[in-house]
């Protein structure tokens, strides 16, 4: 268990005055359904940040599902990077497409805290958790508990903003409302059922359907059909080659269609539970460039290190401490990163921006690393120091705000 973990669950424990923390989910939920403000400010002073979703800590130790419902919780730094991408001038209502316990919507809020939610979330057990995340955070949202890719609502909740608190209240809401902008970071990789009539289905009726075998580019087309702007996507690498000609479709349509803004190789190791590789996929409905940018972000991280106890194996393990390590993004590379997109600049083994033309010569074939120039004299695909690219990132848009 993570230390930080350890003493998360002593507090709130104590908070909620219980000796079981797998009773913590059924006492959230009492505690949002009757309102009960005086335990919200409890958890407050106790807890104190509320920038991070720390419960979502406690969920994924305890009650996750990763092997049938791929369950692994967004970090902060890739929730904080996904908010960033997706800000516009005119953004009001922000979807967060398997919102989990929040962690999304947290980071998106702390970027304004006046933003509307719209959280869709299969998982029952962890409702009670963004009921509770939003509604101590004073946030107006409407969640759904549901099945976004059978497009079936089981129960919805309106959460509204008050004096300190948000009150939560049950309602009969049926259907998604459309948001300015969707943040998701959906399972992976799993299988899914196509439903009667779904090529009839606005999200489906442009291109092929996802094959049931992989719902990748099920949420994909699902999150963009329920926002009218911008769009990232949390993905696993896999979704850039495609397996077979529904994907290739799938992605020939978004490219024809001039959707995707911009494709982000992330590096591994930046999940607590898994060491998967992922991408962002940034998709924008309003986009008038023409061009893609492709950006490789692998050797750009910083890492953290984490101390755990054993969790397995008896007292001489359990009893022990161990360090691990976790790569995260600073706010200064997420920042030029984004620059660097915003002019759409071509630098050297880190980004590329490449006309649809090229990508349709291609295959429609979405990995960074087969349009961004490597030097030859770099073998191994090493990157250059981090440093070298933010000059170059500085240099390239003194040029264009010259022109």
Not at 142 to 152: F, S, W
Not at 369 to 392: G, L, M, P, Q, T
Request: net charge negative.
């Amino acid at each position: 268990m993570d230390m930080e973990l350890s003493a998360i669950c002593e507090n709130v424990m104590r908070v909620f005055e219980i000796e079981n923390i797998k009773d913590l989910s059924h006492t959230l939920y009492d505690c949002v359904i009757n309102n009960k403000f005086d335990k919200y400010a409890e958890y407050e002073s106790v807890i104190g940040n509320l920038s991070q979703d720390m419960l979502q800590k406690v969920f994924q130790y305890y009650e996750a599902d990763r092997k049938e419902k791929m369950q692994d919780y967004t970090p902060p730094t890739l929730a904080r990077f996904v908010g960033k991408l997706t800000e516009a001038k005119d953004e009001k209502t922000v979807l967060d497409l398997c919102a989990g316990s929040g962690a999304l919507t947290i980071q998106k809020w702390n970027l304004n805290h006046n933003f509307n939610f719209v959280c869709v979330e299969l998982d029952k057990k962890v409702i009670p958790f963004l009921l509770f995340n939003l509604a101590v955070r004073n946030i107006n949202a409407t969640v759904i508990n549901g099945d976004v890719l059978k497009d079936e609502i089981y129960n919805s909740y309106i959460v509204q903003k008050g004096e300190k608190f948000s009150t939560v209240t049950i309602t009969d809401k049926t259907d998604i409302p459309k948001s300015d902008s969707c943040i998701s970071n959906p399972p992976y990789n799993i299988k899914w059922q196509i439903t009667d009539f779904a090529q009839l289905e606005p999200r489906f009726s442009e291109c092929e359907l996802p094959p049931e075998s992989n719902a990748n580019y099920a949420f994909v087309l699902t999150g963009l059909s329920k926002c009218t702007g911008k769009a990232a996507f949390i993905l696993p690498n896999g979704v850039l080659m495609p397996n077979n000609g529904q994907e290739q479709d799938i992605m020939k349509y978004l490219v024809k269609s001039n959707y995707i803004d911009s494709v982000i190789l992330c590096p591994d190791r930046m999940f607590e539970k898994t060491s998967i590789g992922v991408c962002i996929m940034v998709i924008d409905k309003r986009k008038t460039a023409t061009h893609i940018n492709f950006v490789d972000m692998r050797q750009t991280y910083e890492q953290e290190q984490r101390e755990q106890k054993g969790q397995f194996g008896g007292a001489s393990h359990e009893n022990r401490s161990y360090k691990k390590n976790i790569k995260i993004f600073s706010d200064k590379q997420i920042e030029k990163a984004i620059a660097a997109m915003k002019v759409r600049a071509d630098i050297p083994m880190f980004s590329k921006s490449v006309s649809p033309q090229t990508v349709a010569e291609n295959n429609y074939i979405l990995a960074p690393s087969r349009y961004i120039d490597f030097e030859e004299s770099k073998a191994e695909n090493k990157h250059r120091e981090y440093a070298e690219i933010v000059n170059d990132i500085n240099r390239v848009i003194s040029e264009k705000n010259a022109c």
